[in-house]
Each structure stands twice: as C-alpha cells, then as structure tokens.
C-alpha cells in the first residue's frame, strides 16, 4: 500500500494543487437585494408602549405580563409541543445535509477482498505467485483478492462548494423556521390563555347578572303578593332570569374548548391539563415597535425566507458548474493469486494511479433549462421574501392601530360601563317606587350586562393585540441567532 501512498503524493499531489489553485466557483455569489424601508410606524403616532425598549431582551417575551400561570404553561411549549418538535426534526435533517455535501469535497478510500471459486472449461489462466499457466483440464480456480481504492472528484467549477453554500443556507432557514414555529406556539398559548381568562371574567359576570336577577325577581314576587304589580312583572322577571341562566351556562363551552387547546399546545392530552378560573387584569401591558429597518432582522419567518433566497442563489452556480468537465483523480492497489499464503506479494500486485476528465458532449439543453429553472427559483424566492417583509410590516401596523384604537375605546366603554350601572340602579329603585314598568328594569339591566361584556371583550382584544404585537416584532428573537 505504501508505493500507492507514494505514488499519490508524488505524482497525484501537484497535479491536485495545480487544479485546487486555479479553481473557481461558478456562477453569481449572493447578496442579499435591498429594501427601502419607511422612517417610523404611521400608526404608532400618538401611541405609547407601557413597557421599556429593551423589555423583549430582557428574558422570554411573555414575563412582561406577569402572570405566573402562564409563565408554567410558556415553558413547556418547547419541549413538549408536536409542532416544535417537528421543526427540530427539520432543523437537525437540514444540519445533516450540510455534513452531507462538505464529505463530497474529500476523497472517498474503499477496501475490498474477494474469494472467488470458478470453473472454466477449455483454455483458461492460473495465476499462482506470479507464475500464469494455462487452464485445459477445467478443473476448479479460486482466485484471491485485495485491495484498496481512492476516488477524488476535483472541485475545480465550485459545483460541491456551491452544494455547501445551498445546504448550509437550507440549513439556517430551518434554523429561522424553528424559532417561528416556537414563536408562533408561544403566541398561540398567549392569546388563548388571555381568552380562557376573559371567558373566566364572563362566567363572572354573568354569576353576577344572575344573582342580581334573582333578586329582582323575589322583589317582582314580592310586589305581586301585595297587589303593587301585575303577573306579568313575575313572569317577565323569571324569563330574564332563564336568560341569563342559559348564557351562564353556554360560556362554560369555549372556556372547555379553549383549555383543551392549551393542553395540546404544551404536548398534554386534554384530560391531562386543568387551569383553575382566576380574576383576569386589567392592564396591558405593550412594547415599542422600534424603527421598521429592524424588522427585517428581528422576525424569524423573515430571515427564514432570505436564507431560502441564498440558498436558491448558491443552486444556479450548481446548475451552472454542470456545463465544464469534471476532472477526478483515482488510484488502486490489488493483489490476485490463488495462494492465499503468497497473496500479499509484488509478484501479485497491480496498481493503477491518474486522473479522468469527462465532458457532456450533447444533453438536448438539459444544462441550459437546468440553469433557467434555477434562476426562476432564485426570482420566486426574492418575491416571497419581499412579501414576507411587506406582510410583517403590515402585521405591525395592523396591531399598532388596533392597540390605540381599542384603549380609545376602553375609556369609553368604560364609562358606558359605569352609566349603565348607574341606570339599572335607579330604574329598579323607580320600580320599586312604583313609577315604571319592570319592562324598564329589564332593558336597564340588558344594557347594563350589555355594557360589561363589550368592555371585557375589547380587553380581552387589548391583550390578545399585545401578543400579537410581540409577535409580529418577532418576540426578541435576532437573526444573530442563526448558526453560523
């Protein structure tokens, strides 16, 4: 095996160096197209954050909701979520092809040993320690064998090269994709979470309702007993009353259902998981949008699709490395005897050491189409990612302006809350006075409950704009974080 190691270093090796030295990647090298972006937010005038600018670099996202619970339920998303997982699974696939393609830029060494028994009748050649004799009586040879090869294809076009670029892009938009997909459950969690809350408010509100509805009934009774008001006002008094009864127990459905979905998100079956009914907050907290340029380096899904657009880039100089000819360098060592005692002998050695050019003469415009359909690729990924940029910019102008709109409609809704309140308490004592009809009793307290629910539901909207505020400024995350 030495002489063959010789040889190689000897002979193979400025040869190598030569072709290594004058080598070259086909094909356009990436740069990533420009974007213009705007100065600022248009929605964001007039509207201020709660929290500092650097609340999302300070820990995970949702800490700046304060909420213990879901704090528990956060931290199981990555590792229990199905949907995570297989985004890992991707990632760790796209991290193996990377390895893949760079072993194509080092030499593959095989060994191979043979025993091989034949029979040939007529004239035939023995081989045994170096002495070749002819075969007439057809009797049985067995013939010995071994031997080791290389074959080293020579990256001298940049097509392996050009493979790597392509896989290791693949591979950090996989990457990209995995924070999306984490980001993403987390959001989900998020907004969910905030609903089952705001569901747990509304079963509140309506035990209230019904309590207070209670006790305008025995007070509707009551005046019936004594001959103050008519059989009607009971009557109208307990069809409310199953009103609301019916409402308080058809909102136990979506809190159900939405606490089943919270259990799948962190990876737990349903009856696995159980979150106990608390009060919901009334704050919401917000964070800055920051300068739009930053978007283009802060959301996952972005960097996700420029990291496709250099990937398809690095494709085309693969397509195009296919029009030169590829040179590969081989070499082998055997020895063939039918003494196994005397195999390893120079009587019984062949070797063999040089290099093999081949060229496509005629592919019908295999090559050609091949490098147009690369190129179409690359143009499609540059248009998904400017979509991808102008969506996200979208999505952030979209939950500034509801986050300003809806705490505009807080402060009303608010004191409609209040007024309502207010109006219900003096219809029922004007009631009881005798100087309206219940009739108006039950329309104060329709509006009054009325007037709840909207305040709860914009809260509720409040929140769920917040999540998806962060989510849409890619909840901390950094292309920095991609690996390098």
């Not at 964001?44 to 670099?57: H, I, L, R, V």
């Not at 034949?118 to 170096?130: M, R």
């Not at 986050?403 to 409609?409: A, F, G, K, W, Y």
Request: aromatic residues 6%; negative net charge; charged residues 20%.
């Amino acid at each position: 095996m030495r002489p063959l190691r010789s040889a190689l270093l000897g002979a193979g090796m400025p040869l190598v160096a030569a072709c290594l030295v004058a080598a070259c990647a086909v094909g356009p090298n990436y740069k990533r197209p420009a974007f213009h972006t705007a100065p600022g937010y248009k929605e964001e005038n007039g509207w201020k954050p709660t929290e500092p600018a650097d609340a999302m670099s300070r820990g995970p996202w949702w800490k700046i909701f304060n909420d213990e619970v879901l704090d528990q339920l956060e931290a199981k998303i990555e590792v229990s979520n199905e949907n995570v997982k297989a985004a890992l699974a991707a990632y760790d696939q796209a991290k193996a092809l990377v390895d893949q393609s760079r072993a194509g830029l080092w030499p593959t060494a095989t060994a191979n040993l043979s025993r091989i028994r034949s029979a040939q009748h007529g004239l035939g050649a023995i081989s045994a320690g170096g002495v070749t004799t002819l075969n007439t009586s057809g009797e049985t040879v067995t013939t010995n064998t071994v031997g080791v090869g290389v074959n080293w294809p020579l990256d001298i076009w940049g097509q392996i090269r050009r493979t790597v670029e392509s896989n290791k892009a693949s591979w950090q938009s996989s990457a990209a994709a995995l924070a999306a997909a984490k980001l993403s459950a987390q959001a989900t969690l998020a907004t969910d979470y905030f609903e089952l809350r705001a569901q747990d408010q509304l079963e509140k509100l309506l035990d209230d309702t019904v309590i207070a509805e209670q006790l305008s009934l025995k007070i509707t009774e009551s005046r019936y007993r004594y001959g103050v008001a008519a059989k009607a006002d009971v009557v109208s008094a307990e069809a409310q009353l199953l009103s609301s009864q019916a409402q308080q127990i058809n909102a136990k459905i979506q809190r159900a259902v939405l606490e089943h979905a919270i259990a799948v998100l962190v990876g737990a079956q349903p009856a696995e998981l159980s979150v106990s009914p608390t009060a919901m907050r009334t704050d919401v907290p917000t964070v800055p949008a920051g300068i739009p340029s930053a978007l283009l380096e802060r959301r996952p899904d972005v960097a996700e699709a420029e990291r496709k657009m250099a990937a398809a880039n690095a494709q085309i100089g693969v397509a195009k490395a296919a029009y030169f000819p590829t040179l590969t360098l081989s070499g082998s060592d055997q020895y063939t005897s039918t003494m196994w005692s005397h195999l390893i002998s120079l009587p019984n050695r062949a070797w063999s050491l040089g290099p093999s050019l081949a060229e496509t003469i005629f592919d019908a415009g295999a090559r050609g189409a091949e490098v147009r359909g690369a190129r179409a690729a690359y143009e499609a990924n540059v248009a998904t990612y400017r979509q991808t940029v102008l969506s996200g910019f979208q999505q952030v102008e979209d939950e500034i302006a509801t986050l300003r709109i809806l705490e505009q409609q807080a402060v009303v809704e608010e004191q409609a809350v209040k007024a309502a309140r207010e109006a219900e308490l003096l219809t029922l004592n004007q009631y009881k006075a005798g100087t309206v009809p219940y009739s108006s009793v039950i329309t104060a307290q329709t509006t009054r409950l009325a007037a709840e629910e909207t305040a709860l539901t914009v809260l509720s909207s409040r929140l769920q704009a917040s999540v998806a505020l962060i989510e849409a400024l890619g909840g901390g995350w950094s292309a920095e974080q991609l690996p390098r």
